[in-house]
Every structure is written in structure tokens, then in C-alpha cells.
């Protein structure tokens, strides 16, 4: 989300073809067992509290417990405020779990500056039980069609990844473009999760 406030709803789009053969080695994961798929499975986002964009997401096979895969990710804007997940556009995900919406590969974001691969997840009161966090995704920075964009030096650009200040967020989850892409083909080889688990 770098500097960018997420608001745009999003459309469920065809899953991907591409198994996770094509899918960076530090990520793969063994072929699952007959049951995986049944068992279902759930996305988990392990909070860093000394250093957010240090965080962990994991595809978390459901009754086992089993890690699918596992990738740094981000959220919130770091610092004292970043920590405070009722500080909106600052804060990081409130903890608690989340139902899964949607997700796409083709996301064309708008005002909001999410493009390409995004999961949109549900609205959330954080712990002040007054505040509620929205527009939340899971996402990266990327063009639509989910090429980078050119780099222009001293520019952030929410269509081109350049670097950990990307992991930064206004409180969604942020992944590098080649882990949500393997996210994307890990969900889509066990299983679409069908929600995110929030914790500290």
C-alpha cells in the first residue's frame, strides 16, 4: 500500500495455471498429501514487534498446523505509531482473524494504488473497540498485469517494487511481488484459505 490508502473493492479472477514447479525454490513446499485440500487452509501473519517489516505471512494447512509456505511480509509505517493498530493509515492489522473476500491477479487499483496480485480481506475494530481498519489487503507493488514498473530514482512507484521501504504499509499486509505470486500458485495448489489469522 506504500503511501497509498487501500478502497477499492476487488473481483474473484480465474486462478493461476502455473504450479509451484515455477515457483522460487526457497518457497516450494512439499507436494501435499491427499488430504490437504479437504482440511482446507488458513493464511497466518506473525507479527515482529521489534521490526514490522520483518513480520512473517504463512499458508497454514488447517487441523495440522502444517507451514505451506512462509514469507516475510510488512504492515504499518514502523516506528511507535506503526506498532498501534488503531492508529489509521499508520498502524499495522489490529490482531484477531479476518474472513477472506476475495483475491485477484489483475487488480487495477485507482486511488487506492493496489494493482495486481491482492487478497482483500475483512474489516476489523481494533482493540480500542471504537476504530475500525478497512480497506485491508494482502498485496505487493506491481503493475496490473503484474509487471514492475520503471524505476525512477528518488520516486516511490506503486507499480514497481524497490526495495524494504515497500514493506511499509497503511495497515495491509505487503508481500514482495515473486512471494505473493508463489502465494498466489501455493493457495491455488492446497487450497484457497479462507482466512487470516492475525498475531503477536
Same mark, same amino acid.
Given at each position: ?44 501473519? @506473525? *507479527?515482529?514487534? &521489534? #521490526?514490522?517489516?520483518?513480520? $512473517?505471512?504463512? !499458508? ?5 498446523? %502444517? ?55 475483512? @474489516? *476489523?475494530?481494533? &482493540? #480500542?473497540?471504537?476504530?475500525? $481498519?478497512?480497506? !485491508? ?5 506491481? %503493475? ?57
Amino acid at each position: 500500500m506504500g503511501t497509498r490508502i487501500c478502497t477499492a473493492s476487488l473481483t474473484v479472477t480465474a486462478a493461476l495455471t502455473a504450479g509451484l514447479a515455477t515457483a522460487s525454490p526457497a518457497h516450494a513446499a512439499e507436494p501435499p498429501a491427499p488430504s490437504t485440500r479437504a482440511d482446507g487452509t488458513y493464511l497466518r501473519f @506473525d *507479527k515482529n514487534q &521489534r #521490526d514490522p517489516s520483518m513480520s $512473517r505471512l504463512r !499458508l497454514v494447512q488447517s487441523g495440522t498446523g %502444517r507451514v505451506l509456505a512462509d514469507y516475510r511480509s510488512g504492515s504499518g509505517q514502523g516506528g511507535t505509531a506503526g506498532l498501534d493498530e488503531c492508529a489509521k493509515n499508520k498502524g499495522w492489522l489490529p490482531d484477531g482473524t479476518y474472513q477472506v473476500l476475495s483475491h485477484t491477479t489483475g487488480k487495477r487499483g485507482g486511488r487506492d494504488g493496489i494493482n495486481g496480485y491482492a487478497i482483500r480481506v475483512a @474489516d *476489523k475494530v481494533c &482493540r #480500542d473497540g471504537r476504530t475500525q $481498519r478497512t480497506a !485491508l489487503f494482502l498485496h505487493s507493488e506491481m %503493475r496490473p498485469d503484474g509487471s514492475q514498473g520503471v524505476a525512477r530514482p528518488g520516486r516511490d512507484s506503486p507499480y514497481r517494487w524497490d526495495g524494504d521501504v515497500d514493506y511499509r504499509s497503511l495497515g495491509c499486509v505487503k508481500l514482495a511481488p515473486a512471494d505473493i505470486k508463489h502465494l498466489f500458485a501455493a493457495a491455488q495448489r492446497y487450497g484457497w484459505p479462507t482466512s487470516l489469522k492475525v498475531v503477536r
